[in-house]
């Protein structure tokens, strides 16, 4: 699992909101880090922050809709939470299209931002899981070799031991042993689960 604490990032130009906006998460028992402008906080933004992003629809420079694409071309796991204090609802919608998990309109009512907050950090967790998840799978993939890394394919795909051998001009037998190393170096459970394993890794898409 990730070192990196989740972290509450408000990014928001308004110094009164902003500051309000970061004592309330703070009594709420978060950690908060806040941002003047939608730069400063892609200046500072690394892949492997954990918690989510609060962003205030409306900003000189960046706007809040244009930070959260930016994010998303970073290929950003970290969940995003749009404010607004204009009612302005198109532009929330267009925010929940591009992937925002929740907009919330000011002046905060306090249970709806907690929620919403906890539910974007309940979301970053299960993001960045499932992406340590991957990269181990990833990992163990490549510790294959590359004939295993065929017979992998060729048994996922759900040929047979004799049709795998035929196809790759090596004895059924043979077939056996690598398919016995494959199952132990990708720690799968059962075929279905090397399967799902080889669908993750995108080896079936062809």
């Known amino acids: ?97 591009a992937g925002a998990l929740d907009f919330i309109e000011k002046p905060y009512e306090e249970d709806r931002l907690f929620e919403s907050v906890e539910l974007a950090l309940q979301a970053g967790q299960q993001q960045a899981e499932a992406s340590q998840a991957l990269t181990s799978l990833k990992q163990r993939f490549e510790n294959l070799t590359p004939r295993e890394r065929e017979v992998l394919v060729e048994v996922a795909a759900g040929h047979p031991n004799k049709v795998v051998a035929h196809k790759l001009g090596i004895s059924a037998r043979t077939v056996e042993i690598h398919r016995a190393r494959v199952v132990e170096k990708m720690q799968a459970r059962s075929l279905s689960h090397l399967v799902r394993m080889a669908m993750q890794l995108n080896l079936l898409s062809e």
């Open 1 to 97: 699992m990730t070192d990196i604490s989740p972290l509450v990032y408000v990014v928001d130009d308004d110094a009164a909101a902003r500051e309000s906006l970061e004592a309330l998460l703070l009594s709420a028992g978060h950690e908060v880090k806040t941002f003047d402008s939608g730069e400063a906080f892609l200046a500072e933004y690394a892949p492997d922050w954990a918690g989510c992003a609060v962003l205030d629809v409306r900003m000189p420079g960046l706007s809040g809709l244009q930070v959260q694409e930016e994010l998303s071309t970073r290929n950003a796991t970290l969940p995003v939470i749009i404010v607004t204090g204009h009612g302005d609802l198109p532009m929330a919608v267009r925010a929940m299209q």
